[in-house]
């Protein structure tokens, strides 16, 4: 079934060369375009596209004041086409209902493969089926045992809607947290600073953007640097270059592999929304090392690849929703009377 686009961007040059970008790509077809925000919600409401791409920054009415107005109509996605400029405010919009965003390149005619593979990759990851012959809907654990665990660090991988799920459970962490959160959401260099500081705005325990050999403390939170790998080692933080894994850096499974190392029984894997399989193998060497790993639930993914992949593999002891999830976090991390 053809993906019918609307095409949303100030620059009249954008959108000929986004559209025609599309265009190309198989089964995808621009049915429309707007040269800002009011435009856009008038195409939506004439042509009912199936997606929409959206600039961040347009006059007369935002990306983010457009997405706010989408979601006011529809659930349709909204895919934010953002360059290093606009990275504030694509986290505000990602946060206010815009499915995920993808970088804008500095010369889309210089590497179009590249744009149209990312574009058609998260595009098609929104549209997938739903998973039927596994028991991905059941809680396969009994989710207050966790509380009975001595847990000492609690690791989170996410990719596709991650921003927004992340937002809703690290803003409801307890104010005495007694162990470290460390954080591999998919997201390039740079972005990853602006959504570490919104994250720190909103919750009641410190977050930060992890540095190289930065001593880990208890009760913070660490995400990892666009375009860095993060490593647990010892008490430290160790932030690398190495090839990308699952096509990306940072990689859950880094993190979460090196975290199983470090804190053995004592780790809490989770595994959140997002395309592709990242996490999988993370949570395997979480599981051998006696570790405990959580998935969110079909229902409140964005994409279901990520948990799904991992509730496949048979490496996933609970799953729970978006509410559930921050709850089970929020007991098993703060200080104990």
Same mark, same amino acid.
Request: no cysteine.
């Given at each position: 079934m053809v993906k019918r686009i609307l095409v949303v961007d100030d620059s009249a040059f954008m959108r000929k060369i986004?559209? #025609?970008?599309?265009?190309?790509?198989? %089964?995808?077809? $621009?049915?429309?375009?707007?040269?800002?925000? #009011?435009?856009?919600?008038q195409k939506m409401d004439q042509f009912n596209p199936d997606v929409i791409t959206l600039d961040v920054e347009m006059p007369r009415m935002c990306g983010l004041e457009t997405v706010k107005r989408i979601r006011e109509k529809s659930q349709v996605p909204v895919f934010m086409l953002s360059s290093l400029k606009g990275q504030d405010t694509t986290i505000q919009a990602l946060e206010s209902g815009a499915t995920d965003f993808i970088e804008k390149p500095r010369n889309i005619r210089e590497r179009p493969g590249e744009f149209q593979n990312e574009l058609a990759c998260r595009i098609n990851a929104v549209f997938q089926e739903p998973l039927k012959n596994y028991t991905h809907n059941k809680k396969l654990m009994k989710i207050n045992n966790l509380n009975d665990k001595e847990i000492k660090a609690i690791v989170i991988g996410a990719s596709t809607g991650g921003p927004r799920a992340l937002l809703e459970i690290i803003c409801q962490l307890p104010t005495h947290l007694a162990v470290p959160v460390f954080i591999a959401q998919h997201m390039p260099e740079g972005f990853t600073t602006s959504f570490a500081k919104r994250l720190d705005q909103c919750a009641s325990v410190p977050v930060k953007e992890a540095k190289h050999e930065e001593i880990i403390k208890p009760g913070t939170?660490?995400?990892?640097? %666009?375009?860095?790998?993060?490593?647990? $080692? %010892?008490?430290?933080?160790n932030l690398t270059q190495t090839a990308k894994i699952n096509g990306v850096r940072p990689a859950v499974d880094t993190l979460f592999q090196t975290a199983a190392c470090a804190y053995g029984k004592h780790l809490l894997a989770v595994i959140l929304t997002g395309m592709g399989k990242d996490g999988t193998v993370g949570m395997t060497h979480v599981k051998e090392r006696k570790g405990h790993t959580l998935a969110q639930d079909e229902a409140s993914c964005v994409v279901y690849g990520m948990p799904g992949n991992a509730v496949k593999a048979e490496v996933v002891d609970a799953i729970a929703n978006l509410g559930e999830i921050a709850s089970i976090l929020n007991e098993v991390s703060k200080v104990k009377k």
């Open positions: 986004i559209s #025609e970008q599309i265009n190309q790509i198989d %089964g995808f077809e $621009v049915v429309a375009t707007a040269m800002n925000g #009011e435009a856009a919600i939170v660490y995400l990892a640097p %666009g375009n860095y790998h993060m490593e647990i $080692v %010892g008490h430290e933080i």
